[in-house]
């Protein structure tokens, strides 16, 4: 099957999906959208799923052209706002894509993706001293909590929802897990920011003078002292 015939029918169905939701997203409606017969769909795709997986990789693919499009700022706690704002922006003006997106679990590979460029962020700001909590626990944070907003939105009425929340729910997370400033004298005091900054450095680049296991149990006791 050519690639321009795969493509047609994964816009198609992206189109649909946009327009009408899931329910839209009947074989025969996608088939007809894109002008070709119900079989050459299920020679492309397989069955429903494998299109329903097509079209979240399709979504997922222009969320992160968008998340690579803000690019990186000097500031990571800055740049952890701009990408709260997108994701969220994402979520309330393409619905229908972010439930099957983030709704089902679809394309794990594209998914962790995503999940990857939000850890960079967080390990960005352990490794400025900046970070209240070790980077997994603020990442899955973070993840939980922008869902969590967008979810309660498309499941409330237009005019009940405020903007506002918005806001408010990014800076309450963004407290819970990162100091109020880069002062190098509130970070001297903080040992376990400066534990989650060592953690993290050490990470991204061992010390060749440890061994596995020592670098191990150092894990362990900065993560201690993280916690």
Do not use: C
Not at 30 to 41: D, E, F, N, R, Y
Not at 54 to 70: N, T
Not at 194 to 209: G, M, S
């Amino acid at each position: 099957m050519s690639s321009t015939t795969k493509d047609r029918l994964i816009r198609a169905a992206a189109e649909l999906l946009e327009e009408g939701g899931r329910e839209a997203l009947s074989t025969r409606a996608v088939s007809a959208a894109a002008g070709v017969q119900a079989p050459t769909l299920y020679r492309t795709f397989g069955d429903k799923n494998g299109l329903l997986d097509a079209v979240a990789s399709y979504g997922f693919k222009s969320y992160l052209e968008g998340k690579h499009a803000l690019g990186q700022t000097g500031d990571p706690v800055r740049d952890l706002r701009r990408g709260w704002d997108l994701h969220v922006e994402f979520g309330l003006h393409q619905p229908a894509f972010y439930m099957l997106m983030y709704g089902e679990p679809r394309v794990r590979e594209a998914r962790r993706e995503a999940d990857a460029m939000l850890r960079r962020i967080i390990e960005r700001i352990a490794e400025a001293g900046r970070l209240r909590v070790p980077v997994e626990q603020a990442a899955q944070l973070v993840h939980a909590t922008g869902m969590g907003v967008i979810l309660s939105f498309l499941a409330s009425p237009p005019e009940q929802r405020d903007p506002d929340l918005i806001i408010a729910a990014r800076e309450h997370v963004i407290a819970a897990i990162t100091t109020d400033s880069d002062d190098k004298a509130d970070k001297a005091s903080d040992i376990p920011s400066r534990a989650i900054a060592l953690k993290a450095a050490l990470d991204k680049e061992p010390v060749d003078a440890l061994t596995p296991a020592e670098q191990a149990m150092l894990g362990e006791w900065l993560d201690r002292l993280a916690r």
